[in-house]
């Protein structure tokens, strides 16, 4: 993916990133599979029960960037596939990982 079109899912805060995210839980494996809009799509192996699937998702991100896992946080989105995620990763940074 180019980083135009990650640009619109990733807003800087503070110095970290907000990352709007479109979860397919129950997928074969967990991975960032590029952009489903505006979002990015994140594919999860976890299944949606007891917000097993967040946990895998900030998981997902924080060892991406070699941080902990209490270090990134679901903001919005818990029960939904679309998602909202606190990576305290600058935006620019965010970027450069992503972009192709």
């Known amino acids: ?23 397919q839980p129950n997928a074969s494996r967990t991975a960032i599979a590029g952009m489903y809009g505006e979002e990015l799509k994140v594919t999860l192996k976890t299944p949606p029960v007891d917000g097993k699937a967040n946990k895998e998702l900030c998981r997902l991100f924080a060892d991406e960037f070699g941080l902990s896992g209490s270090s990134v946080q679901l903001i919005s989105g818990q029960t939904s596939r679309r998602k909202r995620v606190l990576i305290p990763v600058d935006r620019e940074i965010f970027l450069r990982k992503y972009s192709s």
């Not at 993916?1 to 990650?6: G, I, K």
């Not at 990733?10 to 709007?20: D, E």
């Open 1 to 23: 993916m180019t980083r135009d079109e990650l640009a619109p899912a990733v807003k800087a805060q503070n110095g970290a990133s907000v990352v709007s995210c479109h979860v």
